[in-house]
């Protein structure tokens, strides 16, 4: 357990579906961030939140939608996604703020979504 | 931009030693770090170079030479249960200047033989 969670950890959803997916950090953590990690490839950094701002969007598709409503919670909304972003989806904490070491992140479990 | 180059595989056998190197290119630098991933699992934080030289923490050591622009982890005494993928990730600037980002590898596959 590394304090934090992501929910559901399975999903398979259509092509014309609306699904959402959750993360949660009982860590105390001020950053929160979205990765995907597809087969053979490096983990692909999609989303950084730091207290609750948007600070980064890596050239994201619009289909993907994240959503920070407090420090704890992070959200990664999904909408007429494509079978190329079936991955795994990776949330993960840090602390933030001035001066604060961003190197050490800690990764909920992930959530393997397959689009049919 | 930045990129990392980690070899994909790497075997070893039970309580031998085993280097995982990791070259990078980037604009702007701020640290080295690792993380190990078994199957099915989440990546782990492991180590953190900011600068060069030798970090040590239990049977793994992590070192960094800045002017090569090159990192190693070492693994010692290893297990069956270190078995799992290793990534190597820099801290840098990605984009507005922010520092806030990891930028990982493709990870290196360890298989530990019995």
């Known amino acids: 357990e590394t304090g934090v969670t992501q929910t559901p950890r399975h999903l398979v959803m259509g092509m014309t579906n609306k699904k959402s997916l959750k993360c949660e950090q009982h860590?105390?953590?001020?950053?929160m961030y979205w990765y995907k990690q597809s087969a053979k490839k490096p983990l692909e950094l999609m989303f950084v939140?730091?207290?609750?701002?948007?600070?980064e969007n890596n050239s994201v598709p619009s289909r993907f939608s994240p959503e920070c409503p407090n420090s704890s919670h992070l959200f990664l909304h999904l909408h007429t996604l494509q079978p190329e972003d079936s991955a795994l989806y990776l949330c993960?904490?840090?602390?933030?703020?001035?001066?604060?070491?961003?190197?050490?992140?800690?990764f909920g479990p992930g959530t393997r979504l397959t689009v049919l | 931009g930045q990129s990392l180059e980690q070899p994909s595989e790497v075997t070893a056998v039970e309580g031998a030693i085993v280097q995982i190197n990791c070259t990078y290119q980037?604009?702007?630098?701020?640290?080295l770090s690792w993380y190990q991933q078994h199957d099915g699992g989440a990546p782990t934080f492991l180590s953190y170079?900011?600068?060069?030289g030798l970090e040590e923490t239990g049977r793994f050591s992590s070192f960094l030479s800045r002017s090569d622009s090159y990192g190693y982890l070492l693994l010692q005494e290893l297990q069956m249960k270190d078995s799992a993928s290793y990534f190597c990730?820099?801290?840098?600037?990605?984009?507005?200047?922010?520092?806030?980002?990891?930028?990982f590898g493709s990870g290196t596959q360890l298989t530990v033989l019995p």
């Open positions: 990730a820099v801290r840098a600037p990605i984009s507005s200047g922010s520092a806030r980002q990891l930028t």
């Open positions: 939140y730091n207290f609750k701002e948007q600070t």
């Open positions: 860590l105390g953590h001020n950053a």
């Open positions: 980037t604009s702007g630098f701020y640290g």
């Open positions: 170079n900011a600068l060069d």
């Open positions: 993960a904490s840090s602390r933030g703020g001035v001066g604060a070491d961003y190197n050490e992140q800690f």
